[in-house]
């Protein structure tokens, strides 16, 4: 109550909040249980506080381990402000600016508390429809990853991958203007199966037309409709005409390792690029926690039929298991690093999480046991679309000089996502799942991934290509290069038709990746 009393512009605010609609000659909320046309069904006492119990809960959850420090009062305001507009009601003056500032030296539960009670329960925030409406506000303080998903949210599936469940993920918008393209199709999906391809432009969702800038995170909110119902999606495919598809969204797995050509289902890929040559071509998708171990026993089958060298393909990969990202860089590198008197652990990369205890508070990946092929020549494509833990293995091979880089410089993602966040001292069961940002990863040099919202194209973050290999094409080359390795995926071995990837010299990063292979005179004598 003390800190309500150093707040009298927030009591007497809500005081009146009843009679806003009268002030502000605003439509009155709707009642939709039998009552009087304009009145809201009152929110009892317990209610009330059990919904600020939880939120403020989950406040001091992500204050203290969100990866970089973030205000309480910020994510309390961003809230409350979210309630008001929702139940279409003024904001507070006050809350109309500094939130931090407003809300500084508050109990912070206390003002949810008060806020809820006196909006009531409309329709909007009926049960836990109000816990959906104060977390999306909180969210836009945060970064795109950390999400939350409620227990009916049909996302949830997907939440590690951070791909929507109907299979396509969005290019980051560059500008407030631009169109939404979606930059990747999972295969097996249903957006991959009703024909969706990268590249194409997301014109309508439901009915609605997709506003110009959205991002993944609002496109989970977008599509954040009841499991197994079809949702309605327009796309415009470049130069063409706009159609409409219906998506019912599914539970798929994606082929994390994928190779050049498709074979017959029972036989699955081709992985040689060049056969003369014996150059073998390997493309990671979402990463899996099995794909090292998938990909170790490929490289071993391959160099048993002679493999000279391998090209391995990044650029398309969102990341995914840290655990099967180490294994996959861990392949190309010994287990042990010549030391000052011993050998050393080789180690893939480190991380560091905020709020953790100390013995938790960094944690260091090694190279494992098993294969190794340390003196295989590897040349490694990545682009803007490299991330997480596609970077780390890029960062890996380069650090160790395993591999020459050729492409563009990759994203910059080198946050770690905990979706098995536990709220603090929960008394109650809650209703939704949090994913939260809570590391980040550092590169073996010691140099963090991380691109931060200051960074310029001149500071240190995200991995570069090797000198010489860098190969810089606009976005729309680039859109069209993604556009042609989906359609390279999807055709089937007794297809021959005829694909631009079919000339290596239409993917100009690929080519240079493989002329470079040609040039190396391995020692067959691998390891």
Not at 168 to 194: H, K, M, Y
Not at 302 to 314: F, I, K, N, R, T
Not at 439 to 459: I, M, V
Request: charged share 20%; proline share 8%.
């Amino acid at each position: 109550m003390k800190a309500c009393s150093r707040r009298p512009w927030l009591l007497l605010f809500l005081a009146l909040s009843a009679l806003l609609p009268w002030f502000t000659q605003a439509a009155p909320p709707s009642r939709s249980d039998g009552g009087p046309p304009g009145s809201v069904r009152p929110i009892t006492q317990h209610e009330a506080r059990l919904f600020a119990d939880v939120l403020g809960k989950v406040i001091e959850t992500i204050a203290r381990r969100y990866y970089q420090p973030v205000a309480p009062e910020l994510l309390a305001g961003k809230a409350l402000v979210a309630l008001y507009e929702a139940a279409g009601v003024a904001v507070p003056v006050p809350l109309r600016g500094d939130l931090v500032a407003a809300l500084a030296g508050t109990d912070l539960r206390r003002e949810v508390f008060t806020a809820r009670k006196a909006l009531g329960n409309p329709e909007v925030l009926r049960g836990d429809r109000a816990y959906r409406v104060a977390l999306n506000g909180m969210v836009e303080v945060l970064d795109p990853h950390t999400q939350f998903f409620m227990h009916d949210d049909r996302l949830a599936a997907s939440a590690q991958t951070g791909s929507s469940a109907v299979g396509f993920i969005l290019e980051d918008p560059t500008g407030p203007n631009d169109p939404v393209w979606i930059r990747s199709v999972i295969l097996g999906s249903p957006a991959s199966q009703a024909g969706i391809l990268p590249g194409d432009e997301l014109v309508a969702v439901d009915g609605d037309a997709v506003p110009p800038g959205l991002t993944n995170a609002r496109l989970a909110r977008v599509l954040s409709v009841a499991p197994g119902r079809a949702c309605q999606v327009v796309v415009r495919p470049p130069g063409g005409t706009a159609r409409t598809v219906l998506l019912t969204p599914s539970l798929f797995e994606e082929e994390s390792l994928r190779g050049w050509r498709r074979l017959d289902e029972q036989s699955g890929w081709d992985y040689w690029l060049d056969r003369p040559r014996q150059i073998a071509y390997l493309r990671l998708g979402s990463i899996s926690t099995r794909v090292g171990d998938q990909m170790g026993h490929l490289l071993n089958w391959l160099q048993e039929a002679g493999l000279s060298g391998v090209v391995l393909d990044l650029r398309d990969c969102p990341g995914g298991a840290v655990f099967g990202a180490v294994e996959v860089a861990g392949l190309f590198l010994p287990a042990e690093q010549p030391g000052w008197i011993v050998a050393q652990r080789t180690q893939v990369a480190s991380a560091s999480y905020r709020g953790e205890s100390p013995e938790n508070r960094v944690e260091h990946h090694w190279v494992l046991g098993g294969f190794h092929f340390t003196e295989l020549p590897v040349s490694v494509l990545i682009g803007p679309t490299t991330t997480g833990g596609g970077e780390l293995i890029a960062a890996a091979l380069q650090d160790y000089g395993r591999a020459q880089l050729f492409g563009g410089r990759t994203r910059g993602k080198g946050t770690i996502q905990r979706s098995d966040v536990q709220i603090e001292n929960a008394q109650v069961a809650m209703p939704f799942t949090m994913t939260l940002t809570a590391g980040l990863f550092f590169r073996a040099s010691g140099q963090s991934l991380q691109r931060l919202p200051t960074h310029t194209e001149k500071d240190v973050w995200g991995v570069r290509p090797s000198p010489g290999c860098e190969i810089r094409l606009p976005p729309a080359e680039q859109r069209l290069q993604r556009r042609w390795r989906h359609l390279q995926d999807l055709r089937r071995e007794d297809d021959r038709t005829q694909l631009p990837l079919d000339r290596l010299e239409n993917d100009p990063v690929l080519h240079a990746a493989w002329r470079w292979l040609t040039q190396q005179r391995p020692d067959p004598a691998q390891h």
